[in-house]
């Protein structure tokens, strides 16, 4: 049994601290790249964060991320590619009403919530199954336009992995606008299966690998966990 560092025995306990060391990072980085930086400028360098893996958690965690963009005031701009227009996910209601929560009193920042199975709100058409290859195309254009008009402080692009896969969506199209974005952007990036260029652009990349899952026990997903 693995002990908590904080309920630990004494005798374990300071064994626990130097394993934990070994596995959390503690604030100060390893190595100082020669790159001309400031600390500060280096601390607050816009970041590429991928989120893949076949375990659940993905798109949880992305926007766990973006809710703590939105507490320190920026815009937030989140992008679901794949899911069904019928797929209504918690977090997406909660971020609609922190934007409505930011344009009643200024709290937050401004939030924009896009969904390709929507036909993607600012096309104002409705998608079919034949259209998804196109409809993740011009999903990306946008973001793309944003991106060079720096619109928003964090993307979040959930599930934008597969049409990468399928290769509805150009990967070193994507790498290169990425590589090159202007200003202090963040962008999340979630999904199976992430393209090898996008691993290796990236800054932060997460690998979500299950132990167990209630689903294994014939569990199935449940409001308020899965959605």
């Known amino acids: 049994m693995r002990w908590p560092?904080?309920?630990?025995?004494?005798?374990?306990r300071e064994t626990c601290l130097q394993r934990e060391e070994t596995i959390v990072p503690q604030g100060q980085p390893d190595t100082v790249p020669p790159d001309g930086l400031?600390?500060?400028?280096?601390?607050?360098?816009?970041?590429?964060?991928?989120?893949?893996?076949?375990?659940?958690g993905k798109s949880t965690a992305?926007?766990?991320?973006?809710?703590?963009?939105?507490?320190?005031?920026?815009?937030?701009?989140?992008?679901?590619?794949?899911?069904?227009a019928k797929w209504k996910v918690g977090e997406e209601a909660a971020f609609r009403a922190l934007g409505e929560v930011h344009a009643q009193t200024g709290a937050g920042g401004p939030v924009e919530w896009h969904k390709m199975g929507d036909g993607w709100s600012w096309a104002r058409k409705q998608g079919?199954?034949?259209?998804?290859?196109?409809?993740?195309?011009?999903g990306w254009a946008e973001i793309a336009r944003r991106i060079a008009a720096q619109t928003h402080d964090l993307y979040v692009l959930d599930e934008f992995t597969y049409p990468l896969a399928w290769g509805w969506v150009d990967t070193d199209e994507?790498?290169?606008?990425?590589?090159?974005?202007?200003?202090r952007q963040h962008v999340v990036i979630t999904g199976r299966r992430?393209?090898?260029?996008?691993v290796?652009?990236?800054?932060?990349?997460?690998?979500?690998?299950?132990?167990?899952?209630?689903?294994d026990a014939g569990q199935k997903g449940q409001r308020?966990?899965?959605w």
């Open 5 to 12: 560092v904080w309920c630990a025995p004494p005798a374990r």
């Open 38 to 56: 400031t600390t500060r400028q280096r601390r607050t360098r816009p970041l590429l964060v991928v989120h893949s893996g076949d375990m659940k």
């Open 62 to 84: 992305a926007f766990g991320m973006a809710l703590r963009g939105w507490n320190a005031g920026w815009s937030i701009g989140v992008f679901q590619f794949v899911k069904s």
């Open 128 to 138: 079919t199954e034949q259209d998804h290859a196109a409809a993740a195309a011009e």
């Open 174 to 183: 994507v790498v290169a606008v990425l590589r090159e974005r202007p200003g």
């Open 194 to 198: 992430a393209p090898a260029a996008l």
């Open 200 to 215: 290796e652009a990236a800054d932060l990349v997460v690998e979500m690998t299950k132990i167990k899952h209630p689903m």
């Open 224 to 226: 308020g966990i899965e």
